[in-house]
Nanobody, 124 residues
Framework: QVQLVESGGGLVQAGASLRLSCAAS????????MAWFRQAPGKEREFVAA????????KYADSVKGRFTISRDNAKNTVYLQMNSLKPEDTAVYYC?????????????????WGQGTQVTVSS
């Protein structure tokens, strides 16, 4: 069992930055692929970014490429999402997810464990 707890969300103006954190329980963190998804009101949950176990490979949704950066610290059992140049369309609940696969990183079905989410609101 892996428990994920997100933090760092908030209300910011367009153009600002936020850093989300996701702390994972357990001793298997370094074996897990980690990802961030988001869900806006009335929309499906969508992929944002993912990072492989060792952190040597990342994948991003086209909508955030160049603005968001995913990283991980295996010593701290934590994955981060640095979000720069935020836009109102980035407003959503952001979820941390973990799984053991290494392919199809953008597919929700790859991920077994999910956090409760943290709200990010970007005003114009």
């Amino acid at each position: 069992q892996v428990q994920l707890v997100e933090s760092g969300g908030g209300l910011v103006q367009a153009g600002a930055s936020l850093r989300l954190s996701c702390a994972a329980s357990g001793r298997t963190f370094s074996t897990l692929t980690m990802a961030w998804f988001r869900q806006a009101p009335g929309k499906e949950r969508e992929f944002v970014a993912a990072i492989t176990r060792s952190g040597d490979s990342t994948k991003y949704a086209d909508s955030v490429k160049g603005r968001f950066t995913i990283s991980r610290d295996n010593a701290k059992n934590t994955v981060y999402l640095q979000m720069n140049s935020l836009k109102p369309e980035d407003t959503a609940v952001y979820y941390c997810a973990s799984g053991w696969g290494s392919n199809s990183l953008s597919i929700k079905g790859l991920y077994t464990y999910w956090g409760q989410g943290t709200q990010v609101t970007v005003s114009s």
